[in-house]
């Protein structure tokens, strides 16, 4: 397993990102913890959050992620041997959300806190907020990366035009650019971000993350009908993807992990590594075997005829 240099940063990543938006939601603090030591312990490095999780969770306010990732790396001592990235600019209530630079020049001290750490190696635009200047939002950007409070900046959730146009400005202003993506992007969605995003990313060597690579669960095979929904918090959203495409994916997935002696959520998230434009893929796991499908990925040796066979029968 090689690590990869994240689009233009000096940041260099192995090529999982863990997710945390399960932290404080599916997962309590402890079990968090046994997570992300198996995570580090399986030598991978990159962590993926935001200020907003896990606010949508009964009794949260927000922010809980950040504080338990704070927690877990105060108690073992390793924020130097970590890439840690989050995002701002999410509804986190009291109308704190947006884009506008005061309110991310306190959004980054509240998210610093919570990480209980001095600078953020990689912050996010989470949502467009089309409100607020792109200029406004990358002089913001760039206060914070001159007084070394963040190190790159990226962004998430934006159309083709709206990356492109952020990216231009940056140029034409002399503001920081964006060095990474985060788009919704998997086996089974593939348009939205193959048909615009996909070239605005290659052709401006932007590092791709994008999230939901196990669409929510339904890659790993353990949804195959209503009967199944109840298996986790997530099971309720999976009747999208049980369409005829959706079953021929799974039956693709089937056959390489068979031919591989592996898993479907393995194989899933191997395709995408090997994709020429995506970095790191971000994926979470509530356990440690759901992790060990994970931190396999990398090292899967699929074929060059397994990947075409997937890309052939996940066509959109």
């Keep these: 397993m090689e690590k990869r240099k994240l689009g233009t940063t000096n940041l260099e990543v192995y090529p999982v990102t863990f997710g945390g938006n399960v932290f404080g939601w599916t997962i309590d603090e402890k079990k968090s913890f046994e997570i992300l030591d198996g995570f580090t312990g399986a030598g991978f490095n990159f962590i993926d ?11 949260n306010e927000g922010g809980e992620s950040e504080k338990i990732i704070g927690n877990w790396m105060k108690s073992k001592g390793n924020r130097k041997d970590l890439v840690i990235a989050t995002k701002v600019g999410s509804d986190m209530g009291n109308g704190k959300k947006g884009l506008a630079k005061k309110y991310i020049l ?23 907020d089309e409100s607020t200047p792109i200029e406004e939002t990358l002089e ?3 206060q914070l990366i001159k007084e070394g409070k963040v190190l790159h900046i990226g962004a998430s959730n934006l159309t083709a035009d709206r990356l492109k146009e952020s990216l231009d400005i940056a140029v034409a202003n002399n503001l920081p650019a964006y060095e990474t993506f985060q788009p919704h992007y998997n086996l089974y969605e593939r348009e939205i971000f193959e048909n615009g995003l996909e070239p605005v990313c290659l052709g401006n060597n932007l590092g791709v993350l994008n999230y939901f ?7 790993t095979g353990k949804y195959r009908g209503e009967a199944d ?4 918090p997530r099971g309720g959203d999976m009747g999208k993807y049980l369409d005829a495409r959706g079953l021929k994916i799974l039956a693709a997935l089937d056959n390489v992990a068979e031919e591989l002696n592996s898993t479907p959520a393995t194989v899933a998230l191997s395709w995408l590594i090997n994709r020429p434009s995506v970095t790191a893929p971000i994926v979470s796991a509530t356990s440690l075997n759901q ?6 990925a990398p090292d899967l040796e699929v074929t060059a005829d397994q990947l075409h066979f997937l890309t ?5």
């Excluded at 929904?229 to 986790?232: D, L, P």
């Design 49 to 59: 959050t935001a200020d907003v999780y896990s606010r949508w969770a009964p009794g």
């Design 106 to 128: 306190q959004a980054v001290e509240d998210s610093l806190k919570r990480l209980q750490t001095d600078y953020i190696d990689l912050y996010q635009t989470h949502f467009d």
């Design 140 to 142: 913001a950007y760039a």
């Design 213 to 219: 690579s196990l669409a929510s669960g339904f890659l």
């Design 229 to 232: 929904f109840n298996k986790s």
């Design 291 to 296: 992790l060990d499908s994970i931190i396999k």
């Design 312 to 316: 052939s029968e996940s066509a959109w």
